[in-house]
């Protein structure tokens, strides 16, 4: 069987070295760093080179390795493992069983995973820092590591602070809060993520605000299983996600079937198909 390439960004061609430098907020002054990156990149691509075919999450990443690859490029979604997927259901179906009643302030997390995504954050501070700048009853939660609060400096003392934390207890972080929140600054880099930001709070019943990606505008029914925010938009985005969120009836309305759609087009086996069709040249030939 020959070798497959598989990757979930944009980091396997060297001409994107500064942007991908830029989108993660990389000294760019630092030698280092270019070091690190082109080595780092450069490797991958080498061994993309060796490959025949390649397997990624989303039609445009595939799009940018086809060109690498003999055999084409095709696209194996990100879903929940069967782990993740059963802790997700438990904590979606106590919310469900308690009527998703809630007490303390609105919370919104932002789950950020890599002291990376300061810029990522910074489409998205301004207008939570107007939304506490307006509403007492709002509180902050951000997970990973990032500390640079940027525009919601000011509220740090309303800013609760997790530590990274694996993938799975991470499913009840997102439940504990009401509103997730997942801003991408616009560039090829970031477009070509994938939608786990999205089903990963979907499946635990937590409502979503994101930036439009290709891959977010597919998973998201723009107001009826989250809500997707251009960056003129997040102030009206955010208040209309706390008032959701402050009538438990209609966020139990909106969530539960969002939920219930996370379970089935993103769960553990759903992938078995994809996966698949995709390895299928190669399985019938050793089958022969």
């Known amino acids: 069987m020959p070798l497959v390439f598989d990757c979930d960004d944009l980091v396997f061609d060297v001409g994107f070295a500064e942007l991908v430098m830029s989108s993660l907020g990389k000294d760019q002054d630092v030698h280092a760093e270019w070091d690190v990156w082109f080595a780092y990149m450069g490797r991958l691509n080498a061994s993309l080179g060796a490959c025949r075919a390649a397997t990624t999450t989303n039609s445009l990443l595939a799009s940018r390795l086809a060109p690498y ?100 207890e991470l499913q009840r972080s997102i439940a504990e809060v009401e509103v997730n929140i997942a801003p991408l600054s616009h560039t090829p880099f970031n477009i070509c ?42 102030d009206g985005a955010l208040r209309e996600a706390v008032d959701l969120a402050r009538d438990a009836q209609a966020y139990a309305d909106r969530v539960t079937p969002a939920a219930e759609l996370a379970h089935r087009r993103w769960a553990w086996d759903a992938v078995a198909e994809p996966l698949t069709q995709a390895l299928q040249p190669w399985l019938g030939r050793r089958s022969r």
């Open 69 to 168: 690859v003999s055999d084409g490029a095709a696209v194996v979604p990100n879903v929940m493992n069967r782990t993740q997927q059963a802790y997700s259901r438990e904590l979606l179906d106590a919310k469900v069983a308690g009527g998703f009643r809630r007490s303390g302030p609105v919370t919104v997390g932002y789950f950020s995973g890599t002291p990376s995504h300061v810029r990522d954050f910074a489409i998205a501070s301004p207008a939570l820092a107007r939304l506490l700048d307006e509403d007492d009853d709002v509180s902050v939660r951000i997970v990973g590591y990032l500390d640079d609060l940027g525009a919601l400096e000011p509220h740090r003392e309303r800013v609760e602070f997790q530590k990274f934390m694996h993938y799975v």
């Open 193 to 234: 993520k994938s939608d786990l930001k999205f089903f990963e709070a979907a499946a635990v019943g937590t409502w979503t605000v994101a930036s439009h990606t290709p891959s977010l505008d597919e998973a998201i029914d723009d107001g009826v299983t989250g809500r997707l925010a251009k960056a003129h938009e997040w």
